[in-house]
Each structure stands twice: as structure tokens, then as C-alpha cells.
């Protein structure tokens, strides 16, 4: 690769986020999903995300780097916030979905503003899905109207969610200073910088779950 | 619905096999495959699986007909299908792939002879995608040529995944006479002309097998 080094390790590590985020919703999908319909929606955001993930390993091609060995590193973390985050019913998945698609969008909008204008229109192709999860609202609006005692056990699933991510992201920018780096100004403070993008994604997170109702 | 009866039957028990397909190929994918590029091969022919099942959804809703209500009657065959062949390994993951998208498409073809032309229309369509299961063909090969003495035991399980899928077939004929009459000609001797279906896609059958080198 010609690009700085930290670009395969960014690539590497949103292409595994989506293609596992594509494996699990599509099991949720199949084990949780109350109704067919139901099914078939997340099944839809499912293979949208299985669709970014081959923009992000045909770019790493491109670049010359071995897509396999870009993701590697980044499949632990994943798949222990995978493991620590199953949901346990419908609506807990509707959540996770939800919540995991917009911590990813924000991480690409985060990635777009440091980088390279390959990762910027690469961001774009993306982006055009930003609407795909809205489905997920919709649904837990509706389940918190029916029963609001459900609300209050979604926020702690939610907060949970959120949790394991930032823990699995420290993980991942202690493992991988380069990577973290690209992504916060350079500065004297880089870990006072990592400490703040995290609050930044935080606040996002706080953004959707006012749009849950939860 | 304004075409036959059994039309909403028969695009019922495709986008359901479809779905089904998608779901289990995405699991052992994720849980089987030995690197991440095999991984990410077996989950591009899930997807391709995935467009076919949609393609099947539209078609059902511009007919009219309630997808949901349509492939309902078909979960329990296919699922059941499934559990009876939970594939142990990646070779028997490839070799579950294969077979099972090769019945499919005979299965397509089969449908595309008897029936008016819109169902004509879109086997064209997913027989485009013919050619996306002969990856496996390649890996099995491989498999095989390395350890000759997996293919004694790939042949058994392929023999399972047709004899598991002919029974569940002649269970959905039981239940469902007017889907399977569809897919045969009219005559004294429906039953025979349903045994004689059966024979064909079980020779089919063993031309993939002698592909496969088993």
C-alpha cells in the first residue's frame, strides 16, 4: 500500500464491523424476529451492511492490501461486543441494530473528515444508506407505546451497548495507537484527544436514544 | 391473486427456500469457514441468495398475493430441512451449498416449463446467477485431492442432504397436492408423474456429485 499505514487498519476494521454486523443481524433476524415481515426488514439492513463491507474490502484491494490480514486484527473486539451484546428478544435487537448502524455511520464521518478523498467518496456510498435503520424506531416507538414498563429496560440495554462499545474501542486504540491517531487532531494530549472523540460519539449515542424513546 | 391457485404456492415455498438459504449459508459461513476469505465467498453466494428471495417477495406482491401468508405454509418443511442438515465442517458446508443450490435451480427450471410467463422471467433472472455455487465445486475438489478418505464421507452426506430433501419434499406434496401438481403434467398417474419429478432432480442430483468428485 502507498496510503499512510493507519488507512488498511481503518478499512480492516469498519469491513469486519460490517460484515459481522451482517452475520449477527441476520441470525437475530431469523431467531428473534416475531413476524416474517419483521424478518425480512432487518434482513434488508443486514445486507446493506454485507453491501458497505464489500466497498471497504474492494477498496483494500485496490490499495494492494490483503483484506484478510486488514481485518484480522479487529475481529476479536468485534466479535466480543458481538458476544457480550446478544439480545436477548425482538426489541433488544431492534436496539442493537439501531444503535450499532449509528455508531458506525458517526465512526465513517469521524474517518471521512481526517482522511483521504478515496475514503471520503467511500464514505458517501455509505452514507446514502444513512435512512435504512429508521425501520428500527418505528418499531421500538411502537413496542415502548404498548407497554412502556419496556422502556426503561431498553435504556439499560441500550447504555450496555454503548458501554461495550467504548470498552472494545479502548481495546482496540490502546492495541493500535496508529489507528486511533488517524482519527483525532494530532496534538500534545493524543489520549485527552481519543478520550473526546469517544465523548463525541457518546453524545450521538444520546441523540438516538431520544429518537427511540427510550 | 388472478393467477392459479397454486402460483402463491409455488413463489411461497422459492422465497421461503431462499430466505432459509440466505440465513443458514450466512451462519455456517461465519462458524465453518476456515479463513475469512472463505468466509466472505460462501457469504457473497448467501446475498446472491438473498436478491433471489426478494426478487420472489415483489413478484408475490405485485401479484397481489401476502408474502408472508404465502411462504408460511413452507417454514416448517425448510427449517426442518435445515436442523436435519447442520453441517459438522466446511466441507460439508460447500458441499450442503451446492446441493442445495443446484436443487433450487432445477427446482426453477422444473416451475419455468409449466407455468405462464412471468414466473418464466424471473427463473431467467436467477439462473444469471448459475455459476456463483462453483466456487465450492473447487474447494471440495481440493479438499478431497488432499485427504482422499473425506470423500467416502462427503458422498454419505451429500446422499443425506438429497434423501432429507426428498422426504420433506413429499411431505409438502402431501400437504400442499395443488403446488405439486403444478410441476407436472396433468395425467391419469398425478402421483406417478410426482415420483417421476423426483427422479429427475435426484439424477441431477448425481451429476453435481460427480463434479464435486465424490
Redesign the interface.
Known sequence: MNESPGVADLLGVLAYAE?SA??RM??D??TLAP???D??AL?ELA?AE?QHFRLL?DRLRELGAD??RA??PF?GALDAWHTQTSPADWLQALVKAYVGVGIALDFYREAARRLDPSIVELVDEVLTDEGRAEFAVERVRAGVAADPAVSGRLALWARRLVGEALSQGQRVAAERPELALMLVESGANDQAEISRLFAKLTEQHGKRMAALGI
Open positions: 460484515l451482517f452475520t441476520t441470525e433476524a431469523a413476524t416474517l415481515a424478518r425480512t434482513c445486507v454485507y474490502y483484506p484478510e481485518m484480522q475481529a
